[in-house]
Structure formats: C-alpha cells, structure tokens
C-alpha cells in the first residue's frame, strides 16, 4: 500500500525558511516522478512542484519559482521541498502525491502538512 | 498551462437523485496513447483528495459504481448516479497530459 507522510510544517514568520519532507513507502520511490501540491485555506489544489526520476529535471510554478527547491533522497525514499523567503500567500496545506502512471496521472496523495506564514 | 474549468461550482443535491459536474479544458487532454489524461477526486472535508476516476472514464479501485465518467477532448462529466450522504465534499477535476498539471476550480456538492 503507498503510503506518503508529509512532515516539517509550522508556524514561520514572513521572509523565513522552511523545509518539508515526504516519507514515501509501499513502492519504488526512485521509479516515479514525485510531486508537491498544496491548498491555501477554503481554496482549491495548486500545483507547486514536480522532480523527475533521478532528480534530473525540476518545475516550478512560477508563484514559487526562485523561492522554493525540490529535492529528493532515493536512498531515504524522501521527498523535500526547500522554501524560503515565504509569504503570507504560501499559507496551505501542502501534499506530496504520486502518480500511478506517467508523470501526473491517478495521484495517490499524502496526508498533508500545514504551513502557516505569519508574523 | 492548460485552464481547467468546472460547472457547477456548487451543487446542492437530495440522498437518491442523479448528480453531474462539467469540466473543460483549454486544449485537448487526449494524448497520442489514444487515451485522455484527465482525472476526477474527490476531497471530503477534513480529508486529502482521493482518486474517483482516471483516464475520463476509469474508476479507480474501491469506488463505488455509481460513479461514472465520460467525454473525450476538451469536455468531460462526472456523473453520480445516486447521490449519497457520504458523497458531500468538493470534486476536482485534473489534467495529467501536459507540465504542469492543472486542475479545476473545484465543485462543492452538498446534500439539500
């Protein structure tokens, strides 16, 4: 069974840094391409972040591009993403999903891990 | 980026009755496979999006088939065919052809 368990989220201050991670299990991390997703409060899903097999390409939204830095550790089966500079804006809840084809297609989804930028 | 758009975006419906959610996209999600990239979930409150349907038209494992969709190109329905009370929460649709994946506003069904 895929099992994603998002981590490292919190209360930060605007300008400030924080790193999420993605605990994946129940197959073959490095096989996939991993992607985060995440939902400002009461609003709809954002795509934010996508890193191919091997970490060998990255994308960005451009709202986050600059700013945030997707990375993965095949051997922890881990997920990251590096943000910083953040904004009242990056207020959600964020996901970390799998794909079950392709890229993008039939996501599993984690459980998700708050981040709430505020002074 | 592709634009996903949905209709409704709310949708009061009653226990028993037949329920149904457009969505459109900006270009053709249907790719060379023959297939269409475009997928349904469904996010009950409190809860992470689950998987309802892929490829427009394929029910993932576990849902009930009174969950149905259809379309090809650019125009896709989501189709309940008896509404349930466990049904409430908000319905995205998604495309999966093209960086980066882009999804619809959302719909919010909710029981009369």
């Known amino acids: 069974e895929v099992q994603l368990l998002e981590s490292g989220g919190g209360l930060v201050q605007p300008g400030g840094s924080l790193r999420l991670s993605c605990a994946a299990s129940?197959?073959?991390?490095?096989?996939?391409?991993m992607t985060w997703v995440r939902q400002a409060p009461g609003k709809g899903l954002e795509w934010v972040s996508s890193?191919?097999?091997?970490?060998?390409?990255?994308f960005y939204a451009a709202s986050v591009r600059g700013r945030f830095t997707i990375s993965r550790d095949d051997s922890k089966n881990t997920l990251y993403l590096q943000m910083s500079s953040l904004r009242g804006e990056d207020t959600a809840v964020y996901y970390c999903?799998?794909?079950?084809?392709?890229?993008?297609?039939?996501?599993?989804w984690g459980t998700g891990t708050l981040v709430s930028v505020s002074s | 980026d592709i634009v996903m758009t949905q209709s409704p975006l709310s949708l009061p419906v009653t226990p028993g009755e037949p329920a149904s959610i457009s969505c459109r996209s900006s270009?053709?999600?249907?790719?060379?496979?023959?297939?269409?990239?475009l997928d349904w979930f469904l996010q009950k409150p409190g809860q992470s999006p689950q998987l309802l349907i892929y490829?427009?038209?394929s029910r993932a494992s576990g849902v009930p088939d009174r969950f149905s969709g259809s379309g090809s190109g650019t125009d896709f329905t989501l189709n309940i065919s008896r509404v349930e009370a466990e049904d409430v929460g908000v319905y995205y649709c998604?495309?999966?052809?093209?960086?980066?994946?882009?999804f619809g506003q959302g719909t919010k069904v909710e029981i009369k």
């Open positions: 490829l427009g038209s």
């Open positions: 129940g197959f073959t991390f490095s096989s996939y391409v």
């Open positions: 270009q053709t999600l249907l790719y060379s496979n023959g297939y269409h990239f």
């Open positions: 998604m495309q999966a052809v093209q960086t980066p994946p882009t």
């Open positions: 890193i191919t097999v091997s970490g060998e390409h990255s």
């Open positions: 999903a799998k794909p079950g084809s392709g890229w993008f297609a039939r996501f599993d």
